[in-house]
């Protein structure tokens, strides 16, 4: 399957129209329209309907596999592009911004960094195309459980941390006193959803292997700081790695006991490292 014309249907069906994605493309409309035609010719069914632009049932399955498809070509590119490149001075590191632990902090060069801060789902992606050098991702897991992540590309992957999690409470609330609290006890608690600075509710559910956790509140930003400042003031309760829940004016942060569980940080990259990325990986590691 070619794919300079599987790029063109993706377009084609995310835009719902073949002028408007000859304009991104930058080709002519005809063009576009005998990339379609070609395509379909080559699968021998119809993929879109013209009035409307539209996926038929075919075009919706090929989409499924057409993003994959097409990171996987990215990924491929990014890779050998890295191999044959020279080597840079800087350092480009995607990360989860509860992976942003002390220990990380310290391996950080001085100099030439880029930090993107991304959602955790999204790092693996930016490693695999080249978009960052290295990329830190966490989660929840049994104690020495890999992370289970998405597969985007021939990525290697090294645990760098562990550590205990605790919710973040505030400082008036009726559990704030206890010393240990229960997951399965806080199935019902009004929640806040905060997937890109927090510890995801559906790592929640599969930890405690049920529904519940209902969010009372959906933070869709980066923000740590603006997560605890929601919890401290009632809005719902969180989850963080106990290093970035304790300390915090007006909430309380109690240690989470069961199920046995801890906030995992793994250094995520292609191929081989160089340069400031080899020393951040050596230093991250040597403590690991």
């Not at 035609?37 to 919706?60: C, H, K, M, S």
Request: aromatic residues 2%; hydrophobic residues 45%; negative net charge.
């Amino acid at each position: 399957m070619d794919p300079h014309l599987l790029r063109t249907y993706v377009t084609v069906a995310r835009l719902a129209s073949f002028s408007e994605a000859a304009r991104e493309l930058g080709y002519t409309q005809s063009a576009v329209s005998q990339h379609i035609a070609a395509l379909e010719q080559d699968l021998g069914t119809p993929l879109l309907t013209r009035r409307p632009v539209a996926p038929t049932a075919a075009g919706e399955r090929l989409l499924e596999h057409a993003g994959p498809l097409l990171l996987r070509l990215d990924a491929a590119r990014a890779d050998v592009a890295r191999m044959v490149a020279a080597p840079e001075h800087g350092l480009t590191l995607a990360a989860a911004p509860t992976a942003l632990g002390p220990r990380a902090l310290a391996a950080l060069p001085a100099a030439g960094v880029t930090l993107r801060v991304l959602a955790r789902d999204d790092i693996p992606e930016a490693v695999a195309t080249g978009t960052a050098d290295l990329g830190l991702v966490d989660g929840l897991a049994a104690p020495s459980d890999p992370l289970r992540l998405p597969d985007v590309a021939p990525l290697t992957t090294h645990g760098v941390g562990e550590e205990p999690v605790c919710v973040l409470l505030p400082a008036s609330h009726p559990l704030a006193r206890r010393t240990g609290l229960r997951l399965g006890d806080l199935v019902d608690a009004r929640w806040l959803d905060a997937p890109g600075a927090g510890l995801p509710l559906d790592h929640l559910r599969a930890a405690n292997g049920s529904g519940g956790f209902r969010p009372a509140l959906r933070y869709e930003g980066t923000d740590i700081r603006a997560l605890t400042t929601l919890a401290a003031a009632g809005h719902g309760l969180t989850l963080l790695p106990c290093t970035a829940a304790t300390g915090l004016p007006g909430a309380v942060a109690v240690p989470l006991v069961a199920p046995r569980l801890v906030h995992r940080v793994e250094l995520v990259h292609g191929g081989s490292l160089r340069g400031a990325a080899a020393t951040m990986a050596d230093k991250l590691l040597e403590h690991a």
